[in-house]
């Protein structure tokens, strides 16, 4: 989950009324390794108690999964047994697994346009959490790598917004590589495609953004060198700004020297 909190302490150094109150789902988690230790069963069960034994008893069985399955997961056995109208009821749910778990739902929600998908995200994606934010393009993106060229214009509207995080988002969303999901196959080789949404980002005030850009551009460096070479020198020509010189920094991090002949 990229863009978290650095997790200080191990899952056995949570204390147990810590614990229990994520369990509760009466406060949100403040480290990753807090996210990583939701006992998701107990979560569901008292967020949702109407949702029945056996979505629990398959919930437990999944415990030992990667968080990510278990988000989609949860989020199916809640839409089987509730319907996709539960997003509602989650959105402003203390939890943000909980919250999280409305990301998926609405990934999962049928007959909804790219449009209508991504106005429906918007909420979760300035959400105050950094775990919610996360879920929420990781949730959307097969449906934007599904229609790229919509996806894109559609984001480069939210590059404007005055929300850092929905400027973040915009970029995080279709990074060719990103972490804990699937390659964008399309924009690892054909990374200019992105540039409506990276140009209005190429001198973002915001640190946060920042980071997204340029570690947008490291992804496609790992396939595309040459290109994200030329687009730092162009940017570093046309805004000479410490924030775009940040963004080419992080940008160029894992390209090689070339050796001297």
């Not at 953004?209 to 340029?214: I, Y």
Request: proline content about 6%; hydrophobic content about 45%.
């Amino acid at each position: 989950m990229s863009g978290t909190k650095t997790p200080g302490r191990g899952v056995r150094d949570i204390a147990p009324d810590r614990l229990a109150c994520l369990n509760a789902g009466t406060v949100e988690a403040a480290t990753l390794t807090e996210c990583l230790a939701v006992d998701f069963a107990a979560l569901l069960r008292n967020v949702l108690p109407e949702i029945g034994a056996d979505a629990l008893a398959e919930m437990d069985r999944a415990a030992a999964t990667g968080i990510s399955r278990r988000m989609a997961l949860a989020a199916r056995l809640i839409r089987d047994a509730l319907g996709d109208a539960a997003a509602d009821r989650l959105q402003r749910h203390p939890s943000d697994t909980a919250r999280g778990w409305a990301c998926f739902l609405i990934g999962m929600a049928s007959d909804m346009s790219l449009a209508d998908r991504l106005v429906a995200m918007r909420p979760y994606a300035d959400d105050r959490h950094f775990g919610v934010r996360e879920w929420s393009w990781m949730a959307v993106r097969p449906h934007l790598a599904a229609d790229l060229d919509r996806a894109i214009a559609l984001l480069s509207a939210w590059t404007a917004d005055p929300s850092e995080r929905i400027r973040r988002f915009a970029s995080e969303a279709i990074r060719p590589r990103g972490v804990w999901c699937a390659h964008i196959g399309v924009l690892r080789n054909e990374p200019h495609l992105g540039l409506a949404v990276l140009e209005p980002l190429r001198a973002d005030p915001s640190l946060y953004v920042q980071d997204s850009v340029g570690n947008w551009l490291n992804d496609a460096a790992k396939d595309r060198p040459e290109w994200v070479q030329a687009l730092c020198a162009r940017w570093t020509l046309e805004s000479p700004v410490p924030a775009t010189a940040r963004i080419c920094k992080r940008a160029l991090r894992s390209i090689k020297p070339a050796p001297h002949s």
